[in-house]
């Protein structure tokens, strides 16, 4: 039981190594992919508030507007009216009452002005001048300050000297009281009832509320010293002029402080208690078909941020989200969905993808304006992002993206259902539509099919929306854009990431296929029979590849190009031989190294031109790692019966140096390679015949183990065969002799059929003849041939 236990967990742990590649030889894309997760993660955590707490995202509502949807608090939530608030502050502060100051000096300026007046009253009249001549010497000094009934009284009082003693009474009461200095366009913001004064001594501050009704103002001044005397018992006398002359000595003595006011202010609004709200959980905070008001959108604003952005949970949550979509994306992109491993160059373009996808929608989803009707996918790029995969890699991992990028961004708060669908349609659209692409102006052609597909996605959701007609045509318009412009930035794109990912394009095989390309027509200088070789197989690659599934252009390709390593010694190789074999001239060993450095200079040659990977691979991999059989055979041969000698004949000095196809195009490349080269050694090759034959040359390849890399069925090496021989019966066929012209002008008695009869025999002596020094040659090159 333990050792069942031990063995399903390794193979857990295993499968989940493989799946987040964790693996030595995976460790650049497995930090590639971490990377793109801690950017998306972060973009989404800095974002968060912009579509949580199940409100959607702020920008689908607005006052004035009428909801779409209804949204209901999960949740019992508190927040801080801010408006409210605002609106307490403000009435706080009109409440705070103006801070006044008095003024000791101007006290002090009134007792000295008055004593100082009755001096000059008091020497006047002490001349034994008349009360007149005093009033004159008086007013030249107080011009315009007293009455003259007020003067001429006062003046004419028996006891002055007690006049001053109440006069400095009823000063010094007025001036204790205070005599404010009120300036309306300082104080209509605070409180108009009442104001607040402060006075200081050596000891102590005191403050005192007092009404503005109650105080003393210079133009109150005489009311108040009328009453204050009215209440005392003062001279009858000097009562009815005290307000006439006391009232000239009176100055303000209490100002306005904007500075003790400001504090007072800011002693008020520390004290200020925030107007807290409660929005009770599944309170309806916005109804379907009711408009929007300001009210609504406070709430609605504070269920926003009050949920997510301060509650660990939802940050811990959204972490793990993101956890999962990657997961899902890394498992997506593994050899199980794909069927097979990505090169490290294809993993990073797909993980710089997903991040700047995933990132991109939840910064468009939060940054942009919103516009109503208008789905946030119709700004991103989806059919481009989907595109570039499906033509670098393959239609169906674009599918898969298709899939799944808008699904994580709808998982991530980005896209809401419209956005989803929309992305959703654009994407498949887009995995699908280059299927059969070949020019590079199939990608505008593509950007015009998506657009299509874009406007009926659009048109759909302003259905569902049920939207007013207005919005049609500017959702329609930017639809269409998105596909065309997507197709258009396809054309920009691909060529630098062709060449960075040394990829095999449909397109860059194409230009490839061209045979007025320099190195094959070089290639046709140098070593003709060697092209005209790859030409044929070229053609029962494609063939074959066609009636599999496989990418018969690849194949085409790596047909052309599989044999450049030949033009470095063509004269050894049987194809470009004449009349010498230069075999004949060196020992075995030394054929067998000439023969086998082919596929390694073919190799250094590809990688020198910047042919794609998948290319290389098939030069590489077109001879396996078979036994050159014959150059072996006669190293046997020369070591004579001496068993010993024969021992030390090492057969790795006869094996290619490649590795088995691994890829279908490539095991299709090589069979297509040895049928091409075995099928010139059979004399009459009739279909039956060729059809014979090419199985046991597979056979040999499927026992050598050739093959066991490369994915191929057995159906589908019976699907090959028949391509084969199909291609083959097709070029080997017979001919009709014509007959010959005789000297007086009338054709050779013998028919056509005899003519065909004896042209057979001919040729099928000749063959025999001629097979064994065929076969001696042509055995080199098709490596372990069974022939």
């Not at 995976?26 to 998306?40: D, K």
């Not at 102590?204 to 010293?225: F, H, L, N, Q, W």
Request: net charge neutral; with cysteine; aromatic share 8%.
């Amino acid at each position: 039981m333990k050792k069942t236990f031990n063995l399903l967990t390794g193979n857990f742990l295993n499968s989940l190594r493989g799946i987040l590649n964790l693996g030595r030889a995976r460790l650049g894309p497995g930090l590639c992919s971490a990377a793109a997760f801690i950017v998306t993660t972060v973009v989404v955590i800095t974002n968060m508030n912009s579509g949580a707490g199940g409100t959607g995202n702020l920008r689908d509502f607005e006052t004035g507007k009428v909801a779409d949807r209804d949204v209901v608090a999960g949740q019992p939530v508190s927040y801080v009216d801010t408006e409210a608030t605002r609106l307490r502050m403000e009435a706080q502060e009109h409440l705070v009452p103006a801070v006044f100051r008095f003024s000791v000096s101007a006290g002090a300026d009134a007792r000295n002005s008055w004593n100082a007046f009755c001096n000059l009253a008091g020497e006047s009249l002490k001349e034994g001048a008349s009360v007149g001549a005093a009033r004159l010497a008086v007013q030249a000094k107080y011009p315009a300050y007293f009455s003259a009934d007020a003067l001429n009284a006062f003046l004419g009082a028996g006891d002055r000297e007690e006049f001053r003693d109440c006069g400095l009474k009823v000063l010094d009461h007025i001036m204790e009281k205070g005599v404010f200095a009120l300036n309306s366009a300082e104080l209509h913001n605070y409180n108009p009832d009442v104001a607040e004064v402060l006075s200081s001594s050596a000891s102590r501050s005191e403050r005192e509320k007092v009404s503005y009704s109650s105080v003393i103002t210079k133009d109150r001044a005489g009311e108040a010293v009328r009453r204050y005397v009215a209440g005392e018992d003062f001279p009858v006398s000097f009562s009815g002029i005290a307000a006439d002359m006391l009232v000239p000595f009176i100055s303000e003595n209490v100002f306005f402080s904007p500075n003790d006011t400001r504090m007072r202010i800011t002693e008020v609004r520390k004290q200020l208690e925030p107007v807290v709200k409660y929005i009770e959980k599944g309170k309806r905070i916005i109804r379907k078909g009711f408009i929007i008001t300001e009210e609504d959108m406070r709430e609605l604003r504070a269920l926003n941020t009050s949920l997510p952005g301060r509650d660990p949970r939802s940050v811990a949550g959204l972490v793990i989200l993101q956890i999962f979509i990657y997961a899902l994306f890394i498992f997506l992109k593994g050899r199980m969905i794909i069927g097979r491993e990505l090169e490290n160059s294809e993993s990073y373009l797909l993980s710089t993808l997903a991040c700047l996808y995933l990132s991109g929608a939840v910064l468009a989803r939060s940054l942009l304006p919103a516009v109503e009707n208008l789905p946030t996918s119709i700004i991103m790029p989806t059919a481009l992002v989907i595109m570039l995969p499906a033509i670098l890699i393959g239609p169906r991992l674009a599918l898969v993206l298709a899939m799944a990028l808008p699904l994580g961004a709808y998982l991530s708060g980005a896209f809401d259902m419209y956005a989803y669908f929309f992305a959703l349609v654009s994407g498949v659209v887009a995995s699908t539509v280059l299927n059969d692409a070949e020019k590079r102006m199939d990608l505008i052609k593509a950007g015009g099919i998506i657009a299509v597909f874009n406007c009926i996605a659009a048109l759909v959701i302003l259905l569902m929306r049920h939207a007013s007609p207005v919005s049609y045509p500017a959702l329609l318009f930017w639809s269409a854009f998105n596909g065309i412009v997507s197709g258009m930035l396809v054309l920009g794109f691909l060529p630098p990431l062709e060449h960075a990912l040394n990829a095999a394009t449909g397109f860059r095989l194409m230009e490839l296929s061209d045979l007025n390309a320099p190195i094959l027509k070089k290639l046709f200088t140098a070593a003709p029979g060697t092209y005209s070789h790859s030409i044929m197989v070229a053609n029962l690659a494609e063939q074959a590849c066609q009636d599999i599934g496989a990418n018969a252009l690849l194949a085409r390709v790596g047909a052309y190009y599989h044999d450049l390593g030949k033009m470095e010694n063509p004269a050894y190789f049987v194809e470009n031989q004449t009349d010498h074999n230069k075999h004949d001239d060196i020992n075995p060993r030394l054929s067998a190294t000439v023969i086998r450095s082919h596929v390694k200079l073919g190799v250094e040659k590809a990688r020198s031109l910047g042919l794609p990977r998948a290319v290389i691979n098939i030069i590489a991999e077109h001879h396996g790692n078979s036994l050159i059989t014959w150059f072996y055979n006669k190293a046997l041969q020369q070591e004579g019966s001496d068993v010993q000698q024969k021992n030390q004949v090492n057969m790795d000095d006869f094996a290619y140096p490649g590795v088995p196809p691994r890829s279908r195009e490539s095991a299709v490349v090589m069979l297509a390679d040895v049928t091409e080269a075995a099928v010139r050694t059979l004399s009459k090759p009739t279909a039956a015949k060729m059809e014979k034959f090419i199985q046991e040359l597979f056979d040999a390849k499927v026992k050598h183990g050739q093959l066991s890399q490369s994915d191929l069925s057995f159906r589908e090496l019976e699907t090959i065969k028949n391509a084969f021989v199909r291609v083959l019966a097709g070029y080997y066929h017979s001919r009709i002799e014509y007959p010959r012209l005789r000297e007086d002008g009338v054709g050779d008695d013998a028919s056509a059929e005899e003519s065909v009869e004896r042209k057979t025999a001919g040729e099928g002596a000749d063959r025999e003849a001629g097979k064994g020094a065929a076969a001696k040659a042509i055995v080199p090159a098709v490596k372990s041939s069974p022939a």
